[in-house]
């Protein structure tokens, strides 16, 4: 599935002086200021960290980064304006995210991919108002974006954003996707510090071994508490690779068996959770 947030644009000059993110009620959906961040609970981490005026126009960047897979980063060049979100693809502005409309209304996103040019179109649709509760809280009046690829069964994703906050989940082809744990919006001074940092995680993991594997790897695992882990693997679309599993562990020192019967070779991403809390990491099968 090609990705639709992911885009590397050349900066031509920064904006040391980048002021405060507009006055449309819109515009709070998206605060736009230097230093912003948000982490989530799949370990990706997006923040604003530059800014840089083109064509007369203050553009800032949104750069995700991936703790566990660096192949996943990536930045967006975005400004914002009475209540909407433009992105550059290629040098071209598009409108991505439109917090003007009303509940049931729609419009029309245009995603250039950079190399070939291709574009696709995705049609866009709003529900508002949707409550949604993550670690960092919940969050009410939210604005749910939905985007659809018409002629592609697989081509969906939801954005939801809270006002004052930003992005508090994104969730691709129903499966689930980053979920907001912790942020920190300057503009505010509104700031929720990570959960982790006052409940101590229930599990750690010391490693996966051997990695790449051919048919059987261990992942090591330190219990801090008796508990009940999931363990869910994906492929590089997301999508669930096999059934996930359920376990029961003591206390202390574990060790997880992962067959990869019915597994072609490639990369793999494993997911294990425990109450609120999570770790992802990435298999690598080689026949």
């Known amino acids: 599935?090609?990705?639709?947030?992911?885009?590397?644009?050349?900066?031509?000059?920064?904006?040391?002086?980048?002021?405060?993110?507009?006055?449309?009620?819109?515009?709070?959906?998206?605060?736009?200021?230097?230093?912003?961040?948000?982490?989530?609970?799949?370990?990706?981490?997006?923040?604003?960290?530059?800014?840089?005026?083109?064509n007369g126009n203050l553009y800032y960047r949104w750069v995700e980064t991936h703790a566990y897979n660096p192949d996943l980063a990536g930045a967006d060049t975005i400004r914002a304006e009475e209540g909407r979100v433009y992105v550059l693809h290629c040098g071209q502005e598009q409108l991505w995210f439109d917090f003007t409309l009303q509940e049931g209304a729609s419009y029309f996103y245009t995603h250039v991919y950079a190399g070939s040019g291709d574009t696709e179109i995705w049609n866009v649709t709003v529900s508002r108002p949707v409550i949604q509760t993550t670690p960092a809280g919940t969050f009410t009046d939210c604005v749910e974006l939905f985007f659809d690829v018409p002629e592609s069964n697989d081509e969906e994703k939801w954005y939801s954003f809270a006002p004052g906050i930003g992005l508090v989940r994104l969730q691709y082809d129903g499966w689930g996707g980053p979920v907001l744990q912790s942020y920190s919006i300057i503009d505010s001074g509104l700031e929720r510090p990570d959960p982790a940092a006052l409940n101590p995680p229930l599990f750690t993991i010391h490693g996966v071994y051997p990695n790449p594997f051919n048919d059987e790897t261990r992942i090591a695992v330190?219990?801090?508490?008796?508990?009940?882990?999931?363990?869910?693997?994906?492929?590089?679309?997301?999508?669930?690779?096999?059934?996930?599993?359920?376990?029961?562990?003591?206390?202390?020192?574990?060790?997880?068996?992962?067959?990869?019967?019915?597994?072609?070779?490639?990369?793999?991403?494993?997911?294990?959770?425990?109450?609120?809390?999570?770790?992802?990491?990435?298999?690598?099968i080689v026949r």
């Open 222 to 284: 330190e219990m801090n508490v008796p508990g009940l882990v999931s363990m869910s693997v994906l492929d590089t679309n997301g999508r669930l690779a096999c059934t996930p599993v359920y376990l029961n562990l003591d206390a202390g020192s574990r060790v997880i068996p992962f067959r990869s019967a019915g597994l072609s070779s490639g990369i793999y991403f494993f997911r294990l959770s425990s109450g609120r809390h999570s770790f992802n990491g990435k298999l690598v």
């Open 1 to 54: 599935m090609k990705n639709l947030s992911r885009m590397t644009v050349l900066c031509v000059c920064l904006d040391a002086a980048a002021p405060l993110f507009g006055t449309h009620p819109g515009d709070s959906y998206f605060p736009l200021q230097i230093g912003n961040r948000w982490s989530y609970q799949d370990s990706t981490q997006r923040t604003v960290t530059d800014a840089l005026r083109m």
